[in-house]
């Protein structure tokens, strides 16, 4: 199996490592038959983020079908996706990629595996900590809590200045009237 960068995937392969449950597990979850996928590489060709990734999107679905669990919930790939679905509209097969990359966030999560990149995680949950305040997204407070848990408040400074004249960045929130409501979407 080609990567971009050397795979964990280096031993021969033992039948008893793998998961053969996993691919209908991550299938429920999704909701994406993840079997029909053809491994015709469209989405690869026009994933955005391929270059960054350890593995191109349509090899995570084959990790998955194989039973590759570890290999699959260990990979940056699931944490850079974007959610994009620029590969989805080119898949002839209707994959719903994000869907998938969803689902097997969760489950690494959930499991406690070995995140390949903690820093996305954490950018989600500052994200989420605004929605849950203001009721929506207020990207100052969002780049300050994860920088400051970072220790690197400076580093983007220059970028940070660019963005207020740009009106980009405010530094009060706008919050939505229906605050309670978004609360409620948030789990006690
Ligand atoms: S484009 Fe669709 S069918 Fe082709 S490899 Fe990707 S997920 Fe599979
Ligand atoms: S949804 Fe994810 S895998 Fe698909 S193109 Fe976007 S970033 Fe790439």
């Not at 969002?142 to 983007?156: E, G, N, P, V």
């Amino acid at each position: 199996m080609e990567t971009n960068q050397q795979t964990s995937i280096t031993d021969p392969i033992k039948t008893k490592d793998l998961d053969l449950n996993f691919v209908a597990e991550i299938k429920q979850q999704s909701g994406v038959n993840i079997s029909r996928c053809l491994h015709c590489r469209c989405c690869a060709g026009g994933c955005h983020f391929h270059m960054a990734t350890d593995y191109p999107p349509n090899h995570i679905i084959r990790l998955v079908q194989l039973g590759f669990r570890k290999e699959a919930l260990e990979s940056s790939t699931i944490w850079l996706c974007v959610g994009c679905n620029t590969c989805s509209v080119q898949c002839p097969m209707a994959i719903d990629m994000a869907a998938v990359m969803d689902a097997l966030r969760q489950t690494a999560i959930k499991e406690g595996a070995a995140l390949a990149e903690p820093d996305i995680l954490n950018f989600h949950k500052d994200v989420l900590h605004t929605i849950k305040r203001h009721g929506r997204t207020h990207k100052l407070e969002i780049m300050m809590r994860y920088k400051a848990r970072k220790l690197d408040l400076f580093s983007d400074f220059v970028v940070g200045t660019k963005m207020f004249a740009k009106r980009k960045l405010h530094f009060r929130p706008s919050k939505v009237k229906a605050i309670d409501e978004v609360r409620k979407t948030f789990k006690p």
